[in-house]
Structure formats: structure tokens, C-alpha cells
């Protein structure tokens, strides 16, 4: 997923923002969508789309980390047939500062609890 953001320690970053890339796994269980082929057995990929777009195109952060943090944190709130989230945030490139690496992430691992 492609997000336009505005998250960073720079001034420029909260200023000018960026593009965020941002994949998502999650553990779900997929045997009553398997056997119904319908859509409310399952997680919505694009709900989930909206959550984690929400958090990334919303209120700037310092950290990726926080980033990561909070949007695997809204999808295991929101879709309780989520069990496990794996998101990955990384940045392309820090606006006015010359880069010589493709892009920096974080990937943050959440579990439901009980799970």
C-alpha cells in the first residue's frame, strides 16, 4: 500500500511529507470463507485498507515505530477475526536530505491477546 504522509523527526518531513509503503500479513481464520465463498466470513481487505490508510495519512509521528504501532494496533481493534497483524512501514526518502539507500522501515508484529 502506497501512502502520502507526514511523519519524521525533520521539520521538512511533518512539513512537506511523504511516501509511506506499508504491507500487511494477517493470521486469520479462513475455513468459513474457504467453504461459503462469502465475503462476511472474512476480514475485509479493504476496511482494513481504510484503517491502515487512516493511521499513516492521519496525525504525524516521530517514529516509524510509532506508526507501525498504531496502525497494527487499529486492525486488531476493528476486526476481531484478525489474530495476528504483521505491518511494515518503510519511508522512500527524507525530504532535503540526499539519500544513498531505497528506503528505511520498521515491521512491528501485534497478537489479540488470548490468542
Request: net charge positive; aromatic share 4%.
Given at each position: 500500500m502506497?501512502?502520502?504522509g507526514?511523519?519524521?523527526?525533520l521539520?521538512?518531513?511533518?512539513?512537506l511529507?511523504?511516501?509511506?509503503?506499508?504491507?500487511?500479513?494477517?493470521?486469520?481464520?479462513?475455513?468459513?470463507?474457504?467453504?461459503?465463498?462469502?465475503?462476511?466470513?472474512?476480514?475485509?481487505?479493504?476496511?482494513?485498507?481504510?484503517d491502515?490508510?487512516?493511521?499513516?495519512e492521519?496525525?504525524?509521528?516521530k517514529?516509524?515505530e510509532?506508526?507501525a504501532?498504531?496502525?497494527a494496533?487499529?486492525?486488531l481493534?476493528?476486526?476481531?477475526?484478525?489474530?495476528?497483524?504483521?505491518?511494515?512501514?518503510?519511508k522512500?526518502?527524507?525530504?532535503?536530505?540526499?539519500s544513498l539507500?531505497?528506503?528505511?522501515g520498521v515491521?512491528?508484529?501485534?497478537?489479540?491477546?488470548?490468542?
Amino acid at each position: 500500500m502506497r501512502f502520502h504522509g507526514r511523519h519524521g523527526v525533520l521539520p521538512e518531513e511533518t512539513r512537506l511529507g511523504q511516501t509511506f509503503l506499508v504491507d500487511a500479513r494477517l493470521r486469520v481464520d479462513t475455513a468459513r470463507a474457504g467453504a461459503s465463498d462469502a465475503l462476511e466470513n472474512t476480514v475485509s481487505y479493504a476496511d482494513v485498507y481504510g484503517d491502515i490508510k487512516a493511521v499513516v495519512e492521519g496525525p504525524p509521528c516521530k517514529l516509524l515505530e510509532a506508526v507501525a504501532h498504531r496502525a497494527a494496533e487499529s486492525v486488531l481493534a476493528r476486526h476481531g477475526g484478525v489474530h495476528e497483524v504483521v505491518l511494515g512501514v518503510r519511508k522512500l526518502s527524507i525530504p532535503g536530505v540526499p539519500s544513498l539507500v531505497e528506503s528505511v522501515g520498521v515491521e512491528v508484529r501485534r497478537r489479540r491477546l488470548g490468542r
